[in-house]
């Protein structure tokens, strides 16, 4: 491997000032860690906006190399589950917020952090899937596990231009399901019902303050914005329902009443895509590779190289990005 390489790396100075630079690293710039891996495909997902346009609050030490999710070959290992030559995936963790991350030729990580590439799956379809691909997964699988079948009704999909959204509405629509998409660019509705969705609706129908109780729409919903898009949700889902909660990109709050939970029954599956364990996150990726169209996944994603990320990255803090950005990291 080279002594030297190029990564993006965050500074802040003691007036708790940021920058963005393009700089010359070495793995002693890199934190611990018992597998190097040379990062061949990642991807820049909302966080990783949040980051390196300073946001939100996702870093956590400084100075720190951003970037969440990467897949490439291990080049060195110390952790019984990895050989050099190996083909593996990484998500989370707090990688790219309290450990140094992917947007660099190479990283260094806890090998237990990792996955081994699924078979059916190679870098560049990973990481268009990436984390907010496998959010959407564990999402699906949350709605399932509730008993949330294509027969109990329509799910809705909220931000459903964005990463996670996507996905879900791909994965869901192979599945059977009747999607409802919420977005506030219905110009994309072709795209979105090609993808899988039954329906279009304007986010604004959603994101005004929530009553308590509304009409019952949907059986289930993926929730990607938070704050008063998913009290709405929650107030218009049908009686034994369920929502999965995976985002903020409204807001963190949820001005909501426990009038949904205590009158329908209605229940709020968190989910957490950073901290899952090994044998949820082998699972959904393995799902993955059978219940979502791959053919769909390149329709919605778009390619970009390693000069290209940090532009990426105020585009989808600004919704100017629709479905999934794949970084190309040898370009």
């Known amino acids: ?60 030490r400084w100075p720190m190399v951003p970037g969440i999710d990467c897949a490439g070959t291990v080049v060195s290992s110390e952790n019984a589950r990895f050989s050099p030559g190996d083909k593996v995936i990484l998500n989370g963790f707090g990688v790219g ?76 629509g192979k599945l059977g399901y009747e999607v409802i998409a919420s977005t506030g660019r219905t110009e994309e509705a072709d795209f979105l019902k090609e993808l899988g969705a039954s329906d279009v609706i304007h986010r604004d129908e959603l994101s005004g303050p929530a009553k308590p109780l509304n009409k019952e729409r949907w059986a289930g919903g993926i929730d990607a914005v938070g704050s008063h898009t998913l009290a709405n949700v929650l107030s218009m889902t049908s009686y034994g329902g369920a929502v999965a909660a995976c985002g903020l990109a409204q807001g963190m709050d949820l001005p909501s009443s426990v009038a949904p939970f205590i009158l329908r029954g209605v ?28 053919a769909k996944l390149e329709a919605l994603s778009t390619e970009i190289g390693f000069d290209g990320i940090i532009d990426a990255a105020h585009s989808i803090v600004d919704g100017k990005i629709r479905g999934r950005v794949v970084v190309d990291m040898k370009h």
Do not use: C
């Open 97 to 172: 917020e309290t450990h140094t991350g992917a947007f660099a030729a190479y990283a260094r990580l806890n090998g237990d952090w990792l996955i081994p590439m699924p078979n059916g799956m190679d870098g560049r379809s990973s990481m268009a899937i990436g984390t907010a691909g496998y959010t959407a997964m564990l999402s699906v699988m949350a709605l399932e596990r509730h008993g949330i079948t294509p027969e109990r009704g329509p799910v809705v999909v909220t931000g459903a231009n964005g990463g996670v959204g996507t996905v879900a509405i791909a994965v869901l």
């Open 1 to 60: 491997m080279d002594n030297r390489f190029k990564g993006i790396q965050l500074t802040r100075d003691e007036n708790k000032v940021m920058s963005v630079n393009v700089a010359e690293l070495g793995l002693d710039d890199l934190m611990e860690g018992d597998v190097v891996v040379e990062v061949e495909w990642t991807t820049v997902n909302y966080k990783d906006g949040l980051a390196i346009t300073g946001k939100g609050p996702v870093v956590r």
């Open 267 to 294: 229940s709020l599956l968190g989910i957490d895509s950073v901290m899952a364990p090994l044998a949820l996150r082998q699972e959904a990726w393995a799902r993955l590779v059978t219940d979502l169209d791959m």
